[in-house]
C-alpha cells in the first residue's frame, strides 16, 4: 500500500501529518483508554470513600478498601500507559527498523491483553462488592460508585480492541513481506512462466548420444 510502513505505520523519516496522526484507530482507541481510565480513579478518589461515625474513611464497596485501592491502581497505570502508548505511535513513524517496529507492537500486544484481563477482574470485583454494599447514608457517591464499574466494563472492550487493531496490522505486515511464489523476469530474459523440461529422451549408460556416431575414417 503506498505510503505504509511496516505494521501499519507510516514509512519512516515522512512529513508528520497531526490530523492523519488522530484519525489513526490505534490512535483514537489509545485515547479512549485514556479517557476511560480518567473517569474511572476520578469517581472512585472523589466519591468512593466516606467518613464513618469514627471519623474513619470506608470505601463504599461493601467497606472493602482493597476493591477502592484496585480500582484506583489498575486505572492510573492504565492512564499512565496510555499516555506512553500515544507518545510511542508518534514515534512508530520514525522507527526505520521493522525489528524494532515489530518489539513495539508485540509489547503493545501483550500490554494490552493484560491490561483487559485486569479490567475484567476489576469490574466483577467491584459489582461483587457493591452488591453485598448497604446503602450509603442520603445516597452518598452512588453515582460516582455505579460509574467506576461502569466503564471499567467499558475499559475491558477498548483494550480488547486496541489489541485486536496491533494483532491485524502485524498480520497484514507479514502477509505483505512475505516470499512471493515467483521471483519478476529481468528485463530481456525469459518470461518466470517457462519452466525448464527436460528432453523426451535421455542418453543412458549404454544408449549412444549423437556426438557418440562418427564418421568411418578413409
Known sequence: MEGVGAYGGGKAGGAFDPLAFAQRPQVIL????????????????????????NGKDECLYNKDANACNYGVGISVIAFLASM????GEYLFEQ?????????????????????AFLYFVGFWYL??????????????????VQ??????????????????ADA???????????????YPSYPGGPETDQHYQEPPFSAGPNQRGPTDFQAPAY
Open 30 to 53: 489509545r485515547a479512549v483508554c485514556w479517557l476511560f481510565s480518567i473517569v474511572v480513579f476520578g469517581c472512585i478518589s472523589s466519591q468512593g470513600w466516606f467518613v464513618n461515625s
Open 95 to 115: 522507527m526505520s527498523s521493522v525489528k524494532t517496529r515489530k518489539h513495539y507492537v508485540l509489547g503493545d500486544l501483550g500490554f494490552s491483553a493484560f491490561w
Open 168 to 182: 491485524a496490522f502485524a498480520t497484514n505486515y507479514e502477509a505483505d513481506t512475505s516470499m512471493p511464489g515467483s
Open 147 to 164: 460509574a467506576a464499574i461502569a466503564f471499567s466494563f467499558f475499559s475491558i472492550f477498548s483494550w480488547r480492541f486496541r489489541q485486536g
Open 127 to 144: 459489582t461483587s462488592q457493591w452488591s453485598n454494599s448497604t446503602p450509603p447514608p442520603n445516597g452518598y457517591g452512588v453515582n460516582n
Open 84 to 87: 506512553g502508548f500515544l507518545a
